[in-house]
């Protein structure tokens, strides 16, 4: 480290250099000067300061979500993305320095990931890999450790649909419960739950008998904004069944169609959760959910459920997933299906539509009989 030396008569400089590149610090006297330049070497050595591979994970994690992530993407997703860093990634190798480490650090992170669903395990590695790529293509380190990790075995994420028990039953429930429009529009028009909460009275065509999905709420945000995908935009039909209800809760164009019982207001992400909660624990006892005695400890003195009846991964997605299959034992083509779904892409319908159901079977088993 250089001697401190005067700079206008009112300050000291102080340089020094590291890794071939020279550093530069000013004080009020040269003791000042040598000690920020103590300090801010002990720094770089750190990895705590300058873009550098010897920064630590955790700073350029937080250099690579400011700097290219939170510009280029939707407040919803730059949230999913700080998710995985700062509650996965960080957790695990924050303190490391960038150029320090390897495809095992990462790999032993998606592996402690074992038993999640499918998509939570490839998304975090398409988050590693996109992070690392970053610091590669800046020069940062040599090569991307993320490149070629390898997906442990994880559950299939894919929703199911509601079996023939259930649907009696949340069709009984939809009836009279207060969320009773909301399921029926789910399930007789599959429409995505963010879809459903974004949408107003003008969408609703009833001459037409059209629903005109044209936004939706921002994922994990309250905030309106188009649809997940160009293909989100679309036409739905609505069915006899659900058109009647509509019509009986129509209000002015402009107001929202599903709103918070207590305030009128459109739902948030929050309260359209504790909506589906609160018609799930209903539906639980329609179903035929046991009960103990009152629980002395409760101060509310509630009965205690003992034995719940609903499945746990009954959630929302699920009537979406039913109206697919619906839509397959209707006869309705995959490609028409695709549209109505939103998906923008036709194998996202293909894997609901090769779950064959055993009305298709039947209507299969006919034609084979009416031809032979």
Known sequence: MSAARKVNNSRCRSTFYYEGKRYEVTGKSQKEADQKAAIKLDKLKRGEVGISGNMTVSCWAEEWL??????????????????????????????????SVKDVHLQKILNDRQGKSKSDVSRLRMIMKAMFQRAHLSRLISYNPAENLELPAAKDGTHRSITPF???????????????LWIKTLLYSGLRPGETRALDWRHIDFKKRLIHVEQAMKAATN?????????????????????ATLLAAKK?????????????????????????????????????????KKEAKDKKMRIAKILSVVAPDLVPYCLRHTYC??????????NVARYLMGHSDISMTAKIYTHTTETAIQEAAKKINAHT
Not at 67 to 95: C, D, F, H, M, W
Not at 262 to 279: A, D, K, V, Y
Not at 325 to 334: M, N, R, W, Y
Request: net charge neutral.
């Open 66 to 99: 400011e700097t290219y992530k939170r510009p280029s993407v939707g407040e919803g997703q730059y949230k999913n993305y700080k998710l995985y860093v700062n509650g996965v990634i960080v957790p695990a190798i924050g303190a490391l320095r960038l150029k």
């Open 325 to 334: 299959t619906d839509l397959q034992d209707a006869g309705v083509p995959i």
């Open 166 to 180: 259930e649907r009696q039953h949340i069709l009984q429930l939809a009836e009279t419960h207060h969320a009773g």
């Open 223 to 243: 905030e309106i904004g188009a649809p997940k995908s160009g293909a989100g935009v679309r036409d739905v039909p609505i069915p006899d069944k659900l058109y």
């Open 252 to 292: 002015g164009p402009f107001d929202p169609v599903f709103t918070q019982p207590t305030t009128g207001r459109r739902h948030t992400q929050t309260s359209m959760q504790c909506l589906w909660e609160n018609f799930k624990n209903e539906l639980d006892i329609v179903m035929g959910a046991k009960f103990g």
